[in-house]
């Protein structure tokens, strides 16, 4: 009988540790993600600058953004030029994190919530940064900008 609740000791200590490590690589790769998504936010809002965005988006992105014109990413950011300069850094949260599948490939996806000040005033932005599982380099895959109405931005 002692044997058993030793094993089972030795089971659920196992399971603790496991669980221990999970946490940290979960934990390391938010904060991964965190920075990339802050970074590409600041980085994009500075100039509004195109290539600067193609380079850190999703090309399905971008494609979705394009449509049939080719121009979609342009007028996008032709009408976001008219928020102004960031004027305080991006504060994001969390939203929600996955695997997800992508045709023959797993991604790994996080979705943030950032409030924003701009030239023109309070904004909210949604960003999500995905990756493929067996790949390091981040992009973005959604990006909506949502500046607020005089009567929603109360202190």
């Not at 979705?111 to 005033?121: A, I, L, M, Q, R």
């Amino acid at each position: 009988m002692n044997k058993t609740y030793l094993y089972i000791f030795i089971i659920l200590c196992a399971l603790g540790i496991a669980g221990v490590f999970a946490f940290r690589g979960y934990k390391s790769e938010t904060n991964e993600t965190t920075h990339f998504a802050m970074d590409s936010i600041a980085a994009i809002a500075e100039n509004w600058d195109v290539a600067t965005f193609e380079g850190r988006a999703d090309p399905g992105l971008i494609k979705a953004i394009n449509g049939a014109s080719g121009q979609g990413v342009e007028e996008l950011f032709a009408e976001y030029h008219t928020l102004g300069k960031l004027k305080k850094p991006a504060s994001c949260e969390v939203m929600n994190s996955a695997t997800m599948a992508k045709g023959a490939s797993d991604y790994d996806a996080v979705t943030y919530h950032c409030k924003v000040e701009f030239d023109s005033g309070p904004a909210t932005i949604m960003i999500t940064v995905s990756k493929k599982t067996d790949q390091t380099l981040w992009k973005i895959y959604y990006l909506k900008i949502q500046p607020e109405s005089p009567a929603e931005s109360v202190d």
